[in-house]
């Protein structure tokens, strides 16, 4: 059965977190480590994680994606913006494991006119100093639309990243992997309507299957190429339209390709309730067969 969630609010709390998750029929889930506009954060409560503990063996879900808030960029030209990044990066990587055998969900950033080499150097430079050997929680570098001077719009560019970490830090390695976005691959120009193979080869043959974590499963307001990233509903947008050039059958053949079947999926579709996103996951469901 297809393991699939949506981004929560972790406003509640970790055991609401769970609950919430049940209530839709989700069976993982993401959450922002921290509120994306404030900096500081809550102790960890150890009984609101072991209530989510209990709800995550008992029920059967699969791996949670933790993701970072994204208003840090690891690569900016601030020095300050950046040592902040670091901070929280590494404090939420010790909390998360009181949650072991997790994904940790990263932008890898914008370089924000310092060039793409400058970026790639320095998000490699704040994964190498956060990250730490023996660490249970795995960091995924997420795909990215290629909008602004975002890095991580092309796959040798995730690619370049995971390797550079890796020579540094070969104990760091087994600990780095992607998360794809249906979203933001499409706006970065990468088929997923007419060649979902081929783009799955060319993201084997450049960055490796065995890194491929897991899918934020969303529609697209702009057509591939665009650079935008805006989310839509599923089926709503390019990518599930047929209106639009595409249709359900391209989500039918993500949710239920061999190489993507066994992943989390996260959905991060416009929806105002909860309920909008149990209906995603039902339709995806019945999609997966
Ligand atoms: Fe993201
Ligand atoms: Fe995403
Ligand atoms: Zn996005």
């Known amino acids: 059965?297809?393991?699939?969630?949506?981004?929560?609010?972790?406003?509640?709390?970790?055991?609401?977190?769970?609950?919430?998750?049940?209530?839709?029929?989700?069976?993982?889930?993401?959450?922002f480590t921290r509120n994306p506009r404030g900096g500081s954060i809550r102790a960890?409560?150890?009984?609101?994680?072991a209530g989510l503990t209990a709800t995550l063996s008992s029920c059967g879900f699969g791996p949670l994606v933790a993701h970072v808030p994204y208003t840090y960029n690891a690569c900016s030209a601030k020095d300050r913006a950046r040592e902040f990044a670091h901070e929280a990066m590494a404090e939420d990587l010790r909390r998360l494991e009181a949650l072991p055998g997790n994904y940790y969900n990263f932008h890898p950033g914008a370089h924000?006119?310092?060039?793409?080499?400058?970026?790639?150097?320095?998000?490699?430079?704040?994964?190498?100093?956060?990250?730490?050997?023996?660490?249970?929680?795995?960091?995924l570098l997420e795909t990215m639309s290629g909008k602004g001077t975002e890095v991580g719009g092309r796959f040798e560019e995730l690619a370049t990243i995971i390797d550079r970490v890796s020579s540094a830090s070969p104990a760091l390695s087994g600990r780095?992997?992607?998360?794809?976005?249906?979203?933001?691959?499409?706006?970065?120009?990468?088929?997923?309507?007419?060649?979902?193979?081929?783009?799955?080869?060319?993201?084997?043959?450049?960055v490796g299957l065995d890194r491929l974590r897991a899918i934020h499963i969303n529609d697209s307001k702009n057509p591939c190429g665009a650079a935008k990233d805006w989310h839509a509903r599923i089926g709503e947008g390019y990518l599930g339209s047929k209106e639009l050039g595409g249709g359900i059958a391209v989500f039918q053949?993500?949710?239920s390709h061999p190489a993507l079947r066994d992943l989390p999926f996260i959905l991060e579709t416009p929806h105002d309730d909860l309920a909008g996103y149990a209906r995603e996951i039902e339709l995806l469901r019945g999609l997966a067969g």
Do not use: N, W
Not at 44 to 49: A, N
Not at 127 to 139: A, I, K
């Open 253 to 255: 053949r993500i949710v």
């Open 176 to 206: 780095l992997g992607v998360c794809l976005d249906t979203c933001h691959v499409h706006d970065a120009g990468y088929d997923l309507i007419h060649d979902l193979d081929g783009v799955l080869a060319e993201f084997d043959r450049i």
């Open 44 to 49: 960890l409560d150890p009984d609101d994680v």
């Open 112 to 139: 924000v006119g310092q060039g793409l080499e400058r970026g790639i150097e320095l998000i490699v430079e704040t994964l190498t100093e956060v990250m730490f050997e023996g660490q249970r929680t795995t960091v």
């Open 1 to 31: 059965m297809l393991t699939i969630g949506c981004h929560l609010s972790s406003a509640k709390g970790y055991t609401a977190m769970g609950e919430a998750a049940l209530s839709i029929g989700a069976d993982t889930f993401a959450f």
